[in-house]
């Protein structure tokens, strides 16, 4: 759903395993629901897992992304005659989408994700792309380093058993959060195994001008760290508010 993504990369492959690397506060969730929204709207079955955020609130950005509608608004319900119409006029568009997009805010561990995926599939509904935002807080009973370690393998080794695309928010370490774009690693926050069985290693980095008083976009910064089939690259785009969509810049 990105153009320029698509022409160079053509898109989420089956069995591949993309992720997301941000700071907090940096868009990791409003992009992934974004790329989630594309998805679906090029008529792909998709399943949002959210190990952060209520489905309410998730759905409340897809509408204001389609609504261009600020979310919180939404949720909330505080609406001037003029947004509640855009809401309405948008609201057969988010019908459109109920068979292709799945939320999931009450899952914690990577053998419930596999184990609702694999339900959907016996419904014949078996998403062709599945996110986890964001993998930091996924449960096990063990040490971060070895809990990250172990998901990503399982996930790895289930995008592959079922023929399957996952996108995976993560938060980055500290060392890459400092360094930015300029860091020569990929630090994911955690685990090595994160950078190491990702197939497409992402950065997004927002810029921001804190002085500005209000903004009608927000640059955001898309580099492509670690690219399995093609070149690293760097793609720009901007993040129009007060609806949180995000599309490449022109």
Known sequence: GFPKIDAKYFGIGPKEVWTVGAYTG???????????LNIAKSQHKVCYFSLEMASESLVSRLWGNLAQVHPAKLEYGLLTLEELQLKI?????LLALQNLLFMDDQTYTVTSIKNTVRDLDRMGKKPEVVFVD????IQSQDDEY??????IVEIQKFAKELDIAFVIASQVSNVEAKEGTDSKIIGFKGSGGLAAATDFGLWLEKKVDYEAEYQAFSDIELTFRKVRRGPNAKIKLKQYFPSGRIEEAA
Do not use: H, I, P, W
């Open 134 to 137: 964001f993998v930091q807080n």
């Open 89 to 93: 006029n948008s609201r057969t568009e």
């Open 146 to 151: 070895k809990k990250l370690t172990d998901a």
């Open 26 to 36: 940096s868009g990791k969730t409003f992009f992934c629901l974004q790329l989630a």
